[in-house]
């Protein structure tokens, strides 16, 4: 997105703003915004980088105005061999890593080369893919709303607008981790942590009127270090 294409998009008086900026910078953490634009679409993605700590939330708002086009958000990987992993019914599950979509639960994970790994969290955004190492989120499709092919006929009329699906303003938020994996590590857990997407409430024998919930949080890693890149994609579905 040029200067003046992210000045218009963000609203602001001037004639210009760059299109990646630093919009918090403080004690506690720092704030990039990246504006993109794919044709008709306006993405602005907000990288909270803290101080202390090595997770990284994104909170991604689009501004969806595609038709017949799947949008993905992508992280790339470094290593040479490649499994991918999430949270399914009653514990987790292998996802294939060819490119085929996969639902998971409450996160996956990227582990490279059997040593290190790329863990995400989402807040309701289920499918992904991985293939060569690249997980690739599936934020949004825009099929039309119902279409069946029938004999040459083209799937919706050509000479009257057809809704899609999927259109207008979207927020997601994702929470990323990355590093070694422990020594001795053999599986995945899920332990309280200060911050979540959605309230659980904890088993307790005693809980005192007024206080608060006890939120859950996916921990796998502890690491120093960070996703190398990420990227949107777009492509047909």
């Not at 991985?130 to 599936?138: A, N, Y």
């Not at 949004?140 to 092919?149: C, E, G, K, Q, T």
């Amino acid at each position: 997105m040029t200067p003046a294409e992210s000045a218009r998009h963000a609203g602001v008086h001037a004639k210009t703003l760059p299109a990646v900026r630093i919009v918090e910078d403080g004690p506690v953490r720092t704030i990039v915004e990246a504006a993109f634009r794919y044709r008709d679409s306006y993405l602005c993605l907000r990288y909270q980088l803290p101080r202390q700590g090595t997770e990284i939330e994104i909170e991604a708002r689009v501004q969806w105005n595609e038709k017949d086009r799947m949008l993905k958000l992508a992280f790339p990987v470094a290593g040479t061999s490649f499994r991918y992993v999430g949270q399914v019914a009653f514990g987790v599950g292998d996802f294939p890593d060819n490119g085929d979509e996969a639902v998971a639960q409450k996160w996956v994970a990227v582990i490279a080369d059997g040593a290190r790994a790329l863990t995400c969290l989402n807040e309701g955004c289920h499918g992904s893919d991985c293939r060569d190492g690249e997980l690739r989120l599936t934020l949004l499709r825009s099929p039309a709303y119902a279409a069946h092919p029938i004999g040459d006929r083209d799937l919706v009329p050509q000479d009257r607008f057809t809704a899609r699906i999927d259109q207008g303003e979207r927020i997601f938020r994702f929470w990323l981790n990355a590093g070694r994996l422990p020594s001795g590590w053999s599986g995945w857990t899920a332990r309280p942590s200060r911050t979540t997407r959605r309230p659980w409430r904890c088993p307790s024998t005693r809980r005192a009127p007024g206080s608060r919930r006890c939120r859950w949080r996916f921990s796998a890693i502890a690491s120093r270090s960070s996703p190398r890149s990420s990227s949107p994609r777009t492509g047909k579905p």
